[in-house]
T-cell receptor, first 119, second 113 residues
């Protein structure tokens, strides 16, 4: 079974600064997807960024980028120019890409990192 | 936004009573999931469905059952609610292919007293 570990329960960043959230995972599969989801106080789960394991290039979405290290099984999220609206819980998640059964499409989540943004 | 609606959004119930949460989608996605979210645990999979009348257990399925009689509806039932089932419940949907990500409902906060 896959596991996802987020070792930082809480982090804080000054507005306009850069912060990096850590995520490691364990899997024996070679093909999979990794995600970062944001959960603001509204409770809505919002997809921030997606990475396909077969792609060597790190994904980028505006101020959000990842550092994907497949051999190290590491998937960190960098938030540049942090804004007050970035304050939220962030979840790292894993999903298998191979079809070995219907359950292969489920997401496995880390426990989350609560990010605070200081004005 | 993906068309996925959970009902109710909030519920308080007494220990021992049955409770049913509903997830309704308008996206015609094949896969539907129920997760629960608890502090310090992230989101954990309760049950999932891969088609009408096709369901299977997840990581924390004890005390829960599900049903899917139509593509668009996925019901989660707590047969006899316990205080340990106080949680926020999320429904999610996904589809095959390279889109990959799951779309989530707004969540249901369930309190068992």
């Amino acid at each position: 079974a896959q596991t996802v570990t987020q070792s930082q329960p809480e982090m804080s960043v000054q507005e306009a600064e850069t912060v990096t959230l850590s995520c490691t995972y364990d899997t024996s599969e070679s093909d999979y997807y990794l995600f970062w989801y944001k959960q603001p106080p509204s409770r809505q789960m919002i997809l921030v960024i997606r990475q396909e394991a077969y792609k060597q290039q790190n994904a980028t979405e505006n101020r959000f980028s990842v550092n994907f290290q497949k051999a190290a099984k590491s998937f960190s999220l960098k938030i540049s120019d942090s804004q007050l609206g970035d304050a939220a819980m962030y979840f790292c998640a894993y999903r298998s890409a191979g079809y070995s059964g219907a359950g292969s499409y489920q997401l496995t989540f880390g426990k989350g990192t609560k990010l605070s943004v200081i004005p | 936004d993906a068309g996925i609606t959970q009902s109710p959004r909030h519920k308080v119930t007494e220990t021992g009573t049955p409770v049913t949460l509903r997830c309704h989608q308008t996206e015609n996605h094949r896969y539907m999931y129920w997760y629960r979210q608890d502090p310090g645990h992230g989101l954990r999979l309760i049950h999932y469905s891969y088609g009408v009348k096709d369901t299977d257990k997840g990581e924390v399925s004890d005390g829960y059952s599900v049903s899917r009689s139509k593509t668009e509806d996925f019901l989660l039932t707590l047969e006899s609610a316990t205080s340990s089932q106080t949680s926020v419940y999320f429904c999610a949907i996904s589809e095959l292919g390279n889109v990959a990500e799951a779309f989530f409902g707004q969540g249901t906060r369930l309190t068992v007293v």
